[in-house]
């Protein structure tokens, strides 16, 4: 069963700070891995899907990497702002099944 | 922009009622998923519909059911509902796609908040 790991559970940086977000799956042989951003109250927004065959993506001041032999993707987002401030998920799609991480909580600070 | 449209915000139920939870999504997408997100345990997947009067169960099926009579509309539904049921549910859809094809991102609603009272 596929397990997704992310850490920290909570973040809280100042404004313009990068931000760093960390996701780990037990199972390797996924197809592709997804970033999702939840603000309080609401579903998910997708901001970031990598293929299997995929090292990374970028969208703006987002960039996600992709090492799936060693089970892991990083989020990194630049020069953070206020509203980043959310929840970031991150899940890894086996077939059609997606399974989510339990998410990271980011704060910025003004 | 994909648009994925839940019925209700919030929803209050008493114990042993019947309760339906309707999804709408305006892109033609073929897939059609029912989550619930618990504090602690997350997102957990309850049915998946890749095409219409088609399902499949997810992580978590037990007192639910689901209907997709058209395209565009999958119904969630709680046969008798009970108080562990209270929960956030979220509705998605995306493009087909499976397996090594499944390079589509899923695109969530807002959410509906049910209270099983």
């Known amino acids: 069963k596929q397990e997704v790991t992310q850490i920290p559970a909570a973040l809280s940086v100042p404004e313009g700070e990068n931000l760093v977000l960390n996701c780990s799956f037990t199972d390797s042989a996924i197809y592709n891995l997804q970033w999702f951003r939840q603000d309080p109250g609401k579903g998910l927004t997708s901001l970031l899907l990598?293929?299997?065959?995929?090292r990374e993506q970028t969208s703006g001041r987002l960039n996600a990497s992709l090492d799936k032999s060693s089970g892991r993707s990083t989020l990194y987002i630049a020069a953070s702002q206020p509203g980043d401030s959310a929840t970031y998920l991150c899940?890894?799609?086996?077939?059609?099944?997606?399974?989510f991480g339990a998410g990271t909580t980011v704060t910025v600070r003004a | 922009d994909v648009k994925v449209t839940q019925s209700s915000r919030y929803l209050v139920k008493r114990t042993g009622e019947k309760v339906f939870l309707e999804c709408v999504q305006d892109m033609d997408h073929e897939n059609m998923f029912w989550y619930r997100q618990d504090p602690g345990l997350g997102l957990r997947l309850i049915y998946f519909s890749y095409d219409v009067k088609m399902k499949e169960k997810g992580d978590i099926p037990e007192g639910y059911s689901v209907s997709r009579e058209k395209k565009e509309r999958f119904s969630l539904i709680l046969e008798s509902a009970s108080t562990n049921q209270t929960s956030m549910y979220l509705c998605a859809s995306s493009l087909p796609g499976r397996g090594a094809y499944s390079n589509q991102p899923q695109h969530f609603g807002d959410g509906t908040r049910l209270s099983i009272l």
């Open positions: 990598i293929q299997s065959s995929q």
């Open positions: 899940a890894v799609a086996d077939d059609y099944k997606l399974s």
